[in-house]
């Protein structure tokens, strides 16, 4: 049994999949804990297996990115301007992985008696190779600010080092949100997974490290929910919200996948779901006879403002109080029109033969944007939690960033040092050096508690090798290797 969980701009879903699945919806107000001690009833949170996605609260923050006061550190090292991007300070690790030059604790002191901040940022430009600088820059740091407040960017992975410093600046947002979200399901659940904006799922003791990597994974649990649910390969899954309507885009049975999204007008390290959204769904509020980017509760599910779904049973549809609903005047035909002729256009643009409908809404408009785009159209079951189902049947899925340098003996896995698996002076040819990093990664995530048949594919996504010659000889083999074990739907034995 696998308990997945989506926190969604309006509602909360929960999905319990075993051999059969049942789902859960509560509305927000709920909160977390209210969708968990739902689930209680039903399984033990603490001896099954519990993924979470976060998406909507960390989209909301960084929707407000700059009331969040960050002091982003860069130790960029000697002859490099990169003020635009925090406060310069002293060190550095150069391109080896060795301390060149030490921080100077007196500087970094200095900075916070002079100011205040929410979090702090913390970027060193070979940090991939080596941490240990800007763990000692937050040794000094944790005086002044908790560390759940502090990012530093070696987890973030990557050797772009402007997006780098960008992806921490978000982390240090973020980090907050998510460590007291993660503290109160660990009340419930013990230990659990998240669910990443790629489709995959990690230990929260990850997640709480480069916490960026959740962004945008609502859109990516619909889409594997979507699959799970019909078996379809190729189709684009339109998921009508709450609060908007996404467009995720299946290709050979994975959402689309976009690198190094630009977010508050900079480029990050940030791997997720290519989805494309319209800021319309059931809870969007009419105003003179217009739907409006504005949410709020329904008439038919309690609240004070005629929404979507009013209009829809107004039209003759029967959800939640619809008699509440029905005591409003409106030209419901325009409404629904001004919604499906959106989405239909929307559909167009991306391009498809067929569209999987999820949401709560998908039995009631589903089949008229299909209509309007000229496409054919499925509704699964559970097509209102599809987002919740996805989550629950998602993969580990891990990155892993390995610098492997024979002449110095010494192996950095995402900026942490350890002894060279070779001999010093070795020289191991490519797939040698390509089986330590895949190894590596599998080994760090059973660590983590995944078992074999959790675990994907173990790919390559990037690899340079060459050999160190010095006075003639040759003195060993410098790697980079990026290997990720890829995200996807687990299959069986849940």
């Known amino acids: ?182 503290e109160l399901i660990k009340k419930y659940a013990g230990d659990f997974y998240y669910f990443k904006g790629d489709g995959g799922i990690i230990p929260y003791s990850i997640a709480l490290n480069n916490p960026s990597e959740l962004y945008n994974s609502s859109p990516a649990a619909v889409a594997l929910g979507a699959v799970y649910l019909t078996g379809e390969k190729n189709a684009l899954v339109v998921d009508i919200g709450g609060t908007s309507t996404d467009f995720v885009e299946v290709v050979d049975g994975m959402p689309k996948i976009v690198e190094g999204i630009e977010l508050a007008g900079r480029k990050t390290l940030i791997r997720c779901v290519d989805s494309v959204s319209i800021p319309f769904g059931g809870d969007s509020v009419v105003e003179n006879g217009k739907l409006t980017p504005i949410s709020s509760k329904s008439l038919a599910f309690g609240g004070e403002k005629f929404t979507l779904t009013d209009a829809l049973n107004c039209a003759g549809y029967e959800i939640g109080d619809y008699r509440a609903s029905r005591k409003f005047e409106c030209d419901v035909e325009s409404v629904l029109n001004q919604f499906v002729s959106l989405a239909a256009t929307t559909v167009k643009e991306i391009g498809c033969d067929k569209i999987i409908g999820t949401g709560y809404l998908a039995p009631y408009l589903i089949s008229e944007v299909a209509k309007a785009a000229k496409v054919d159209c499925i509704i699964p079951d559970h097509y209102e939690s599809a987002n919740a189902v996805g989550v629950a049947v998602s993969r580990v899925s891990m990155t892993l960033y390995v610098r492997i340098d024979t002449e110095k003996g010494f192996a950095a896995y995402n900026g942490h040092t350890e002894p060279c698996p070779f001999k010093p002076g070795s020289l191991p040819d490519d797939e040698q050096l390509l089986d330590v990093a895949r190894e590596k990664v599998v080994e760090v995530a059973k660590r983590f508690g995944a078992r074999d048949e959790e675990l994907g594919k173990v790919k390559t996504v990037y690899f340079n090798s060459f050999t160190v010659v010095r006075g003639g000889m040759k003195r060993g083999v410098i790697a980079d290797v990026i290997v990720q074990i890829e995200p996807g739907i687990r299959y069986g034995g849940i």
């Open 1 to 182: 049994m696998i308990i997945g969980i989506d926190v969604g701009g309006t509602n909360t879903d929960a999905a319990i999949v075993s051999d059969e699945i049942k789902t859960i919806k509560l509305p927000n107000e709920a909160g977390i804990g209210g969708i968990l001690k739902e689930i209680s009833k039903e399984a033990n949170l603490i001896e099954e297996k519990v993924v979470v996605s976060t998406s909507w609260p960390l989209n909301l923050i960084i929707s407000k990115f700059s009331e969040y006061r960050t002091l982003s550190l860069v130790v960029p090292g000697p002859g490099l301007n990169y003020s635009e991007y925090g406060e310069v300070v002293k060190g550095y690790v150069n391109h080896r992985g060795d301390v060149v030059e030490d921080i100077d604790e007196y500087e970094i002191a200095a900075t916070f008696r002079e100011n205040s901040y929410d979090n702090v940022a913390i970027s060193s430009k070979f940090s991939v190779r080596n941490g240990s600088l800007e763990e000692k820059i937050a040794e000094i740091v944790r005086n002044y600010v908790d560390d759940y407040r502090i990012a530093l960017s070696h987890y973030a992975g990557g050797m772009n080092f402007p997006a780098r410093i960008h992806t921490t600046v978000v982390n240090a947002k973020i980090k907050e949100t998510v460590f007291r979200l993660t």
